[in-house]
C-alpha cells in the first residue's frame, strides 16, 4: 500500500476525519475536507469534545439567547459541515462512535493555557472528564465503534504537535494513531509546520467560497476579516489574528 498521504487519499472512497473541538475540522483541515468531498469522497467526522471552555466574541450570541455554548456550538459545526460538504459527523461517546455494550458518555472540552506565543499548555482546571484526560483506550473503543461502522480507507488526524499544542489535540493525534494501528487503516497527519521535513504540500484554491462559508459559521469563536493571499484572515476569540489556509500540509 502506498504510503504517500495525497496518493492514498486520491484513492479513497471514504475518509474519517479526527478533531478535537467544532471549528478545528474548518480551520485545521477546511480545504482538505472540501476538495475531497468535491472530488466525490465520502468525508466522516468525529468530534471529541463539544467545545465548552471557549470564549465568546462579544455580540456573537443575541441578547436574551441562553443556551448554553455547547448547544450554539453545535448549531455552528452544523453549519460549518455542510458548506464543506461533509456526508455525516458524529461526537466521540455517542453512537456509532461508542464502543459497543457502553453507556453514552461526553468527553468535555480540556481548556488550555498559553506557554508562550503560538504554544498551547494543559489547562489547571481540567477535569478528569475532560478529554486530554480521559482513558486512552476508552477514547480509543469508541473511536474503533466508529471506524468499524464507517468502513473508512483513511483516518486523518492531527500529528503530535497538534497544531499548535492544545492538550485536546495533542490528545486526538494519539487516539488517531490507537486506532489506526487496532484497525489497520492508514493514518494521514496535518502537519503542524508545513516547513517540516517529509511534508507534502498542496494549494486548494478552488474550494475558496466552500472555506470561507464554514470558517464564517463560527461566530462566537472568531471574527472572519476577508480573504488575503493563499487563505482567509480571521481574528480568534482571544485577539489573535491568524489565516486559514487554501492548502493543505500532509505526512503519511
Given at each position: 500500500?502506498?504510503?504517500?498521504?495525497?496518493q492514498?487519499?486520491?484513492?479513497?472512497?471514504?475518509?474519517?476525519?479526527?478533531?478535537?473541538?467544532?471549528?478545528?475540522?474548518?480551520?485545521?483541515?477546511?480545504?482538505?475536507?472540501?476538495?475531497?468531498?468535491?472530488?466525490g469522497?465520502?468525508?466522516v467526522?468525529?468530534?471529541?469534545?463539544?467545545g465548552?471552555?471557549?470564549?465568546?466574541?462579544?455580540?456573537?450570541?443575541?441578547?436574551?439567547?441562553?443556551?448554553?455554548?455547547?448547544?450554539?456550538?453545535?448549531?455552528?459545526?452544523?453549519?460549518?459541515?455542510?458548506?464543506?460538504?461533509?456526508?455525516?459527523?458524529?461526537?466521540?461517546?455517542?453512537?456509532?462512535?461508542?464502543?459497543?455494550?457502553?453507556?453514552?458518555?461526553?468527553?468535555?472540552?480540556?481548556?488550555?493555557?498559553?506557554?508562550?506565543?503560538g504554544?498551547?499548555?494543559?489547562?489547571?482546571?481540567?477535569?478528569?472528564?475532560?478529554?486530554?484526560?480521559?482513558?486512552?483506550?476508552?477514547?480509543t473503543?469508541?473511536?474503533?465503534?466508529?471506524?468499524?461502522?464507517?468502513?473508512?480507507?483513511?483516518?486523518?488526524?492531527?500529528?503530535?504537535?497538534?497544531?499548535?499544542?492544545?492538550p485536546?489535540?495533542?490528545?486526538?493525534?494519539?487516539?488517531?494513531?490507537?486506532?489506526?494501528?487496532?484497525?489497520?487503516?492508514?493514518?494521514?497527519?496535518?502537519?503542524?509546520?508545513?516547513?517540516?521535513?517529509?511534508?507534502?504540500?498542496?494549494?486548494?484554491?478552488?474550494?475558496?467560497?466552500?472555506?470561507?462559508?464554514?470558517?464564517?459559521?463560527?461566530?462566537?469563536?472568531?471574527?472572519?476579516?476577508?480573504?488575503?493571499?493563499?487563505?482567509?484572515?480571521?481574528?480568534?476569540?482571544?485577539?489573535?489574528?491568524?489565516?486559514?489556509?487554501?492548502?493543505?500540509?500532509?505526512?503519511?
Amino acid at each position: 500500500m502506498s504510503t504517500d498521504p495525497w496518493q492514498l487519499l486520491g484513492t479513497a472512497r471514504t475518509v474519517l476525519a479526527v478533531h478535537a473541538h467544532p471549528d478545528d475540522e474548518s480551520l485545521s483541515t477546511g480545504a482538505l475536507l472540501a476538495a475531497l468531498t468535491a472530488d466525490g469522497t465520502r468525508v466522516v467526522l468525529v468530534t471529541a469534545t463539544r467545545g465548552e471552555e471557549g470564549e465568546i466574541v462579544p455580540g456573537a450570541i443575541a441578547d436574551g439567547d441562553e443556551r448554553p455554548l455547547e448547544e450554539i456550538r453545535e448549531q455552528e459545526i452544523d453549519a460549518a459541515t455542510a458548506a464543506l460538504g461533509i456526508a455525516e459527523r458524529h461526537w466521540l461517546g455517542t453512537a456509532p462512535a461508542l464502543a459497543a455494550g457502553a453507556a453514552p458518555r461526553r468527553y468535555r472540552d480540556s481548556g488550555m493555557a498559553w506557554v508562550r506565543e503560538g504554544l498551547a499548555g494543559p489547562s489547571p482546571d481540567a477535569g478528569p472528564d475532560s478529554f486530554s484526560l480521559a482513558p486512552l483506550e476508552q477514547a480509543t473503543d469508541d473511536l474503533v465503534a466508529l471506524v468499524e461502522q464507517s468502513r473508512p480507507d483513511v483516518l486523518i488526524g492531527y500529528d503530535d504537535e497538534g497544531t499548535y499544542g492544545h492538550p485536546d489535540h495533542v490528545r486526538a493525534h494519539h487516539l488517531a494513531v490507537a486506532a489506526a494501528e487496532r484497525t489497520g487503516v492508514p493514518l494521514v497527519q496535518i502537519a503542524s509546520d508545513a516547513a517540516a521535513p517529509g511534508t507534502v504540500v498542496r494549494e486548494l484554491p478552488q474550494v475558496a467560497d466552500a472555506v470561507e462559508r464554514a470558517v464564517d459559521s463560527y461566530r462566537t469563536q472568531l471574527t472572519l476579516r476577508g480573504p488575503v493571499e493563499g487563505g482567509f484572515a480571521i481574528r480568534h476569540v482571544g485577539g489573535q489574528d491568524d489565516t486559514v489556509a487554501l492548502r493543505a500540509g500532509l505526512r503519511g
